[in-house]
């Protein structure tokens, strides 16, 4: 099985919205889609679920266009909702119905997905007696109801306590052991990390970033150098060629040019009696990578790394 | 083209709709009015025309036409006049006395309640002479007209019976008689009846309020529900499995049925009020008489309870099965109308504070067209106005269905009507199916009509 999006792109009057997205996905797994916040994310996930007519490009799932009619998908959009005034379980048959699942069909798949996600208690409640972050379990229940093998999870975390964050990850990293094709949009780097192999990255509406995560970070290198010592280092960074980046108690992070100039910082520093309580160098974070995509002009951006 | 998933969105819109509280108290208040007013129109009439209807229908069952019960004859002449038959055939009862008892007979119904009238057969200089006396007295309901009626016919037969007697030919009697055939008839249109001209002017007006009511409030609720499933975001979800014009058309076609079951049911409540009034109402005296009034229409002469029962009677001489079906074909046609043009203003909003503004152009629309059909009928006549809007499909809805039960317009104009209907709401339908998958996704400000006609281009 395989998805493959290629050169969609999109328009609202003279507004670029999404230009010339590519990627595949070509096993299982949790793809990351990145972006700003209006970088052109959930029109990408519209255009791809075939909500929103495209101006060009193609979806293909396992080699044909993709048709969320009679494709089985799973949804959690970023801007999701239940009808607040209407039984919760009443609303989950009405959702597995025009999914084509039957009643009985779609009991057991709703009594196991609340009974995993703690809402038993809330099958015979409205929605809008539940609170935010049970809503949210509702939606996702409503996502992965119909057990699709492309699931598309918008923003799946936000809004959510520690506890339920938790909770969340664990039916992601379920889904993903069983087999299923995940993209999935946050803005909680740590957690992309933590489950996404591949991403893309949008900045108003173009690609900045795509690939493998760690080919990105291998090929960025070791770059980043965290230091905590004794006496002040400054003098000596400069002299190595370190850039200064930021201090906070837990040490004064650099970015180098090359691993040689880290070397020669850590000798001179050595050199000088300078006692070194932390020296950490690293490859950039994704967190890093996000800022430095689009923190500043999406114009002078580097190109992306394949 | 088929349209997966709209039978889902169309039971699921329906099941809920069913369920809420405002559906269940409302129908049941709304048919219990409605129970109390069909039971109230039936029964108090009768307070009015109670007496009358009891006469014609006395009448009819075989009983007297006339207020008199019993005719006392009392024949002072040298020839011998069988008036038996005559008054028999008449449900009068015939009774011969002398000219004596004739004397104390007049004195004796001069202050009763016995519906009686004497009739003295007399010679005189100028030939045979029929002198009549009612009965007088209070609460007694003998009237003169009824009297002179009654004389008259005897007169005419004692003329024919005294010819014979005299040994005039039968055939010459019957030529004599025949006379000249006179007829009488209104220099312009013939004066329609009060019962009628109240019937012309009044059901229109609660058929075209009630109609409105029903397909506005209804057309509303399905602009509400989509604005609520916009604000609430489930749209979002609903369309990874079903397209647009699905959810559009569930929801209109749900809301129309749940429409249509709150008519019924509220519907029932008039039918179950005017079963109940049966035994008391004027609507069950004047269903069994109505048929039987027509033929007996000569024989009544100008009996003014038969006139009020045929009145009423022709009042609804086309209400049968046919008016049942255009009334369910124009509702529907009229909801799919208003309700395609609602769902566009629940999906031009993202918030549900815009709502009342977002429907405001479909509000202007259907009161146009409410008063369109309502005020022509004002009049109880047939104007230009009212010949216009039956024909437009804003206000057609609204009053073809007590044009046609009023026998206003005949079938062929009804199905003309229904069929300028049917061409409009397939042209709303396209027009909503063309901008509704546009801007069901559309957040931000409520979009006006011109940016919706852009987007049809």
Redesign the interface.
Known sequence: MSLVVEHLSKKFGEKVAVRDLSFEINEPGVFAFLGTNGAGKSTSIRMILGMLAKDSGSVLWNGQPLDIMKEQVGYLAEERGLYPKYNILEQMYYFASIKGVKKKDATPAIDYLFSRLKIDEYKKMKAEQLSKGNQQKVQLAAALLCNPKLIILDEPLSGLDPVNADLFKSIIREERDNGKYIIMSSHQMETIEEFCEDLVLLHHGDVVMSGNLNDIKRSRGRENLTIKADKPIGDIAQRCGLTLVEETPNGSSFKVKSEDDAGRMLREMLDNGINVIKFDLREPTLHELFVEKCGGNTQETAPEVR | MRI??WK??F??TF??QIK?KSFIIGTAVMAFIVALIAFLADVLPMAFLGSQIEQAENALKGGSIYTVDTVYISNETDYRFDLTNLLTSQSLNCKIITSAEADAKISEISDTSEKAMVVRIISGNNGLGVDSRYATGEDNPVTKNDCGSISSMIASEVNVQYLLQIGVPENEIARTLSGVTTTVSSAGEEPVSMIQQIMNSVVPMISAIVLFIFIFSYSQLVAQAVA??KS???I????????PLAIILGKVLAMCCVSLLQFFIIGLGGTLGFLVSLPFGIMSKVGSLAGAAADSMAAAGNSEAIGIVNDIGAAFSNVDLSVLVIMIVTFILGFLFFSGLAGLAGASISKMEDLSSAIQPMSLIGVLGFYLAYFPQVTGEENTMSMIARYIPISSPFILTSDYMLGKIGIVEALISIAIMVAADILIMMFVAKVYETII?H?GNRLKIGDMLKMTK
């Open positions: 997966k998933g889902e969105v039971a699921f099941n809920q809420t609520i499933e609430s975001r489930v979002e979800y609903l369309l990874t499995s079903v397209k996704l957040t």
